[in-house]
């Protein structure tokens, strides 16, 4: 079945740590997203990536890191500069950039204990 | 992509029909609008996408007048399980920005 795939669903991280959300898909999409979600929230964009190699910072980037080594795959490193990480993250393709039509995962739950 | 704006919450009992309007003054000539549905903790989900007039599927139906300054996602008959979060997105299918989700309007189904 073709889909994006995320994992872990949940995830436990002590503070300092920098932890790696992985985000799979198998839709052959040009384009992937990596947003976060607060409780009771909109989405916010934290990277997106276009095509192969490349990426840019979306509104909330601070803290983070991605890269797009591979079109299949897009993870998204959590690092230790993020003050606030507890939070819901998303990953989202579309086909094409900006293609609003965009499938999503079912998001990892990062928790800092 | 444009903004848009929708109402934060809505509350319908179940059986009637829900109309959730975006507003989208500055949409462009190549734009499409496109609704998502997000229940928690989960992804949101493509539901309907439309340029002009109306489109209709088997989940809702999307209204959008003549001038597309906005537009009306509606949805039949509600039941609980359409409690969630509606998102309204604006874009060009040729163009190359990043989807920008708006707050959403959050749909309470009441029994």
């Known amino acids: 079945d073709g889909g994006i795939t995320q994992s872990p669903k949940y995830l436990f991280r002590k503070e300092g740590q920098n932890v790696t959300l992985s985000c799979e898909q198998n839709?052959?999409?040009?384009?992937m997203y990596w947003y976060r979600q607060d409780p009771g929230q909109g989405l916010r964009l934290i990277y997106y990536?276009?095509?192969?190699?490349?990426?840019q910072k979306g509104d909330i980037a601070e803290g983070y890191s991605v890269s797009r080594e591979k079109k299949e795959s897009f993870p998204l490193t959590v690092t230790s500069a993020q003050k606030n990480p507890t939070a819901f993250y998303l990953c989202?393709?579309?086909?094409?950039?900006?293609?609003?039509?965009?499938?999503f995962g079912q998001g990892t739950r990062l928790t800092v204990v | 992509l444009a903004k848009t704006t929708q109402p934060i919450s809505m509350d319908s009992y179940e059986g009637q029909e829900v109309n959730i309007t975006c507003s989208h003054n500055?949409?462009?000539?190549?734009?499409?609008i496109t609704w998502y549905q997000q229940f928690p903790s989960q992804g949101p989900r493509f539901i309907i996408q439309?340029?002009?007039t109306k489109v209709t599927n088997e989940v809702a139906s999307l209204f959008i007048p003549a001038d597309r300054k906005s537009s009306t996602l509606s949805l039949p008959r509600v039941s609980l399980s359409d409690t969630a979060v509606y998102y309204c997105?604006?874009?060009?299918?040729?163009?190359?920005?990043?989807?920008?989700f708006g707050k959403g309007t959050r749909l309470s189904v009441i029994a």
């Open positions: 839709l052959n999409h040009d384009a």
């Open positions: 439309g340029y002009k």
């Open positions: 989202a393709s579309s086909i094409w950039p900006g293609n609003t039509e965009a499938f």
């Open positions: 500055n949409i462009a000539t190549n734009d499409y």
């Open positions: 990536s276009q095509i192969v190699n490349d990426f």
């Open positions: 997105l604006v874009g060009s299918s040729v163009g190359n920005t990043p989807l920008v």
